[in-house]
């Protein structure tokens, strides 16, 4: 039986402890900036994936934007990246005049290729920031090792991972800065909202360049004792978490493995309804790695079926399912094909898979029933068109 009413694609898993610690916060009347909530928050999240330090923002974009600066970015300098991300990962190497160099993705994990960054490499090239997409962590040990040898930096933008695993290591524990979002579609939420995990030193100069880079925080100076007199030794932004975002990231985060238990059965769900199937391939992953599965994302099997992916997602829609797809690759954005000349076929891999990717809805909220609905839906719609 088709769904009579629409399932959305990733509503946010809340309950009332979420309610009650904004509230608290509220009510409290004291402090709705960046304050004890939040350090509380940055010490949890910390401990949480065996970090040497942690800053919380108001986004993970605001986070790849300070990556650039703490490392220096500048123009002539080359950032290499995969297309298959969110372009916030290239927009800010262009906000500091840096360049965007793009090594293509592996064909069944959507990864970026260590190969690739191995060939995309110059005597230019400053960072590499790879992307866990999905939520599985890249091949960090070979991206480690090319970075070493050349003496490049890596950021890992980390914004798909809830708890993920690299190794039996938590992502967010490595030497280089880390990212991760609380995008209100993300694994935990904060509505908005990042942190940047990394080595002390980074973390510190971080914390002064995202609150305008004043050498004391408002908190610090508006309370008992505390001085007005501050120095800007450098011009920095605006990009710290307010506690109200925070009271609500601590309760989301004491619940991780909760929300991700409960994510699983979905994932577990879909896992065995696609394994082996005909017409879509779900995405593939490495030995070793523990997926957030932030998304779950299949690629169709184009030629067994008579339409593209678009009209695939026409026909799940009007089967009152609700789907993304991540992402149509940065190389095919139009402000990035224009300024380098890049074509969809200039990185062959990730523009096949941008014409197959469709992410199926999946939240801790929903339920297998509703899982169960999305795959007679989807094998409805591969045996009505089926070639
Ligand atoms: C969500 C996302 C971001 C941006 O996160 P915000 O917190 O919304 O700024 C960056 N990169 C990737 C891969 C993302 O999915």
Redesign the pocket.
Known sequence: MPRDTFLPFAPPCLGEAEVAAVTEVLRAGTWLSSGPKTKEFEDKFQARVQAKAALALN????G?HLSMVLHEVKPGDEVITTPM??V??ANVVEHVGGTNVLADVEPDTLLIDPAQIERAITKKTKLITP?HYGGQACDMERIEKIAKSSGIAIVE?A??CGPSLVNGKPVGSSSNINLF???AN?NMTTG???MMTGPVDLIDRARVLALHGMTRNAWNRYAKGGTWKYDVPEPGYKYNLTDIAAALGVVQLGRLDELYALRMKIVDTYERAFAGHKFVTPLKIRKGNQSSYHIYVIQLNLDTLKIGRDEFIVQLNERNIGTSVHYTPVHMMSYYAKKYGWKPETFPNAFKASERVLSLPLSSKQTVREAEDVIEAVNDVCAKFKR
Do not use: I, N, Q, W
């Open positions: 986004s993970a974009t605001a790849l991300t969110f916030a990962t992307v933008d914004a798909h979002s609380f995008y993300k908005e909202g990042g």
